[in-house]
């Protein structure tokens, strides 16, 4: 079953506290989101099945973390699917805005481009913390609590033909995603001093790349449910670095598909754009498979 259909899906024991930007006053600061996981049933079997349940978070006690959208990757083709994402991402975080959500943008390694910005003077600001467990400045796979991933990407994923050579252009985050006053900038455990400081406890990630970053970063998925935090992969708002001619040798998008699944069955619940913009969930131009 396709990761980016729409589904009213599961959550984790969301909970709450407080916030941080202004709401548009008047707005609606209810999230109602459909969150999807996957459960293991019966325990031990390897068998998942799909869980799926409506959630209300308080968007005054939610963030958003944007994960290594860039200008530019080494990639080719992982920086064209960016900028196909980017304007979709763009809409959902300008309504959760306007629902109090905090938006942390998180380009990594290229703060020095921000350095004077009020936004990223924000994160800096945020006092330490002492955290539930040690803050890591790169979360690996854990072999404790996760299988190993569904995909080969150990020759670091480009999908194009020929690979292209790896390096790291990236200056800044991509322009499309506008950066407001209340938002912040940071690409370490400066997000986790930030929400704590705030008192948030949910958090959706979005971004690239699953597999990688997404997964990994010491603002990612892996370290914020390592801290107690609700999590939720927004999963169409998402990419993977992943070369379809590996293991298991599917589509590209499809490789994203059983990364997605990985995410709901160890990690944390997803949902799409569709909870903030409605319509359909985004679907990348070239992914021509049937849902």
Known sequence: MRTRLLYPALALFFGSAGLLTAAEPGAEQTLVLHTRARVENPKGSGKFEVAEKEVRWDGRKTA??????????WCKGATARVAEMAPRM??????ARKQGVLIIHSPSGTLQAYKDTPQRKL?????????????KGWCNLDRSREGPLPIDDSDGGCDDEPKCPSGGPWKKQIDALKIEPGDAITDSAEAYYLVQQR??????????????????????????????????????MTDTMYNSRRPPKVSHFRGTDLVIEHVEKYWCPTVTSCDFLGGEPFRFKDDKELP
């Not at 970053?213 to 609700?230: D, S």
């Open 90 to 95: 763009n809409d959902l975080i300008t309504a």
């Open 123 to 135: 994160a800096q600001a945020a006092p330490p913390v002492t955290p539930k467990v040690p803050l």
């Open 199 to 236: 008192g948030i406890e949910n958090v959706l990630v979005m971004g690239v790349h699953t597999n990688m970053c997404v997964l990994g970063r010491p603002f990612g998925i892996r370290q914020m449910v390592y801290q107690g935090k609700n999590v939720v992969l927004v999963r169409d």
């Open 64 to 73: 958003i973390v944007i994960c290594d959208m860039w200008d530019q990757h």
